[in-house]
């Protein structure tokens, strides 16, 4: 990389961390610091929501699913649109304009409010656990960007070095830094990929013949993919939209119903066709200038994650590489400062809230910044540890939506409000889950252990239900 490129990253992550600083002068408690003082508009959330749902992880793993499988990669987002417009219409105006969960900083809080405070602990800590993973991920997938355009750079120094920006600034800021940096860094990365990533790499590999020629014409098919692929990631990433602690922070941030859904809508639009079309296109062309030999030192054996940055670091231009890298840097960070605050909201408002009771405004912001700090480092551990970037999050995602879905649906729109079941059924649904994954058993049909955790979760919800109603119509 030339130096010019090095001064132009560097420049940015030196702005991150201003951002970060500014924030920290501004916020007063954690009222600011968690919910970014109820005030925020739509288009700023908007941006914030898609540039969390997708961010690093999503345009790596998309640039790995383009890579291997072409353009019906990008149906893993249209995911993300069903279930960002779905939680519009009917999850929005259900938490919004309920005045009980007017001064509410998370997700369990509500649970905790609809069934009691055991349930809401349980709740907390499946999220605690769900986004440290996720968290992971990021951080995960900004070292590999590193390493794979930084020659020097090994992956696990790379994981270091983004690790300490990404949970220096939010540690700093809180939430308003974070969504105000996800709506610069989502308008980087939109304009890097369109007029710096594609033109370019699509010139690199001989334009459309030169792209026909080299591939098969399964990766220009929106079919080539199957139906376990569509009902898997259906599963595994509408249902986020409902129980994901980031996206409930930013509905209590927004000033009011319409500002969120409008938010949300925005959100949906970015994520399919725009995002999704632009990361799978991006890592197809890096596949063909595999196919083709032009990249030095990688064949189509090695990490597909891998192909998207070791593409852009070979054939952009000084000052252009330091601009493109800028822009995924931005997606990386964007998601993964949303979820470092969704575990340590978790941590400190749901797990903790008792140590801070009774504490000033100021002891709780230090306190909230020094737990933000810790979860950044253990973050970075985990990181350490893994390999792939869409299988973490994917992991992640599993253990939050398995556990949480159904008392979620149950307390918010059908009233059973029966503590018993609620903890059941997340504690079974989310260590059946976690469970299958880990142990890696091979499901029927292929289908992901998410929807074998969903069933047992509705199963055991409706058991315990049903038993305790019998008991107490006894008593």
């Not at 702005?15 to 920290?24: E, I, K, R, S, T």
């Not at 309920?98 to 055991?118: M, R």
């Not at 020659?151 to 270091?160: C, K, P």
């Not at 129980?243 to 949300?264: C, E, H, N, P, S």
Request: proline fraction near 3%; hydrophobic fraction near 55%; charged fraction near 10%.
């Amino acid at each position: 990389m030339h130096l010019i490129d090095l001064l132009i990253f560097l420049v940015y992550m030196l702005a991150m961390l201003g951002v970060g600083y500014f924030f920290m002068r501004k916020n007063t408690g954690q009222e600011d610091y968690y919910v970014g003082g109820r005030s925020i508009g739509s288009l700023h959330i908007g941006l914030s929501v898609v540039a969390t749902d997708v961010g690093g992880g999503f345009s790596i793993g998309l640039g790995g699913l383009g890579f291997a499988m072409g353009i019906s990669g990008s149906w893993m987002l249209f995911t993300g649109l069903v279930g960002a417009w779905i939680a519009a219409v009917i999850l929005i105006p259900r938490v919004k304009s309920d005045s009980a969960f007017a001064k509410f900083f998370t997700f369990p809080q509500i649970l905790g409010y609809l069934y009691n405070s055991a349930t809401a602990k349980v709740a907390a800590l499946i999220c605690f656990l769900g986004y440290l993973g996720f968290t992971s991920s990021q951080l995960l997938a900004g070292a590999k960007l590193a390493s794979g355009t930084f020659e020097a750079l090994d992956l696990q120094t790379a994981l270091l070095v983004m690790g300490a920006i990404a949970v220096i600034y939010t540690v700093m800021g809180g939430l308003k830094a974070v969504i105000y940096t996800d709506t610069i860094q989502w308008i980087i990365l939109m304009l890097g990929l369109m007029f710096i990533g594609i033109p370019i790499s699509y010139h690199f590999v001989g334009g459309w013949e030169g792209i026909h020629s080299t591939l098969p014409k399964e990766f220009f098919s929106f079919t080539n993919l199957a139906w376990q692929d569509i009902v898997n990631w259906g599963i595994t990433i509408i249902p986020i939209w409902f129980v994901g602690m980031t996206l409930y922070q930013r509905i209590f941030a927004a000033r009011d119903v319409k500002t969120a859904k409008r938010a949300w809508f925005i959100a949906g639009l970015f994520e399919w066709p725009i995002m999704a079309m632009m990361g799978v296109t991006l890592g197809l062309l890096s596949r063909v200038a595999v196919e083709q030999g032009a990249l030095e030192g990688f064949t189509a054996n090695m990490d597909p994650e891998m192909g998207l940055p070791v593409l852009l670091s070979q054939i952009l231009p000084a000052g252009i590489l330091g601009l493109m890298m800028s822009a995924y840097f931005s997606a990386v960070l964007s998601t993964a400062d949303s979820c470092l605050m969704a575990a340590s909201g978790n941590l400190t408002t749901d797990l903790l809230d008792k140590f801070l009771k009774g504490k000033s405004h100021k002891t709780e912001l230090r306190f909230s910044q020094i737990f933000t700090l810790c979860i950044g480092v253990l973050a970075i551990v985990i990181a350490w540890q893994m390999t792939e970037v869409l299988s973490l999050m994917l992991y992640s995602y599993a253990f939050m939506v398995s556990g949480l879905l159904v008392p979620v649906f149950a307390g918010l729109f059908f009233g059973k409000s029966n503590s018993k079941a609620a903890i059941t059924s997340m504690i079974v649904g989310g260590t059946l889950t976690a469970t299958l994954t880990f142990l890696e058993v091979q499901m029927p049909f292929g289908l992901d252990p998410n929807l074998y955790g969903l069933t047992a979760s509705f199963l055991a919800f409706g058991i315990t239900y049903q038993i305790d109603k019998l008991l107490n119509s006894r008593t």
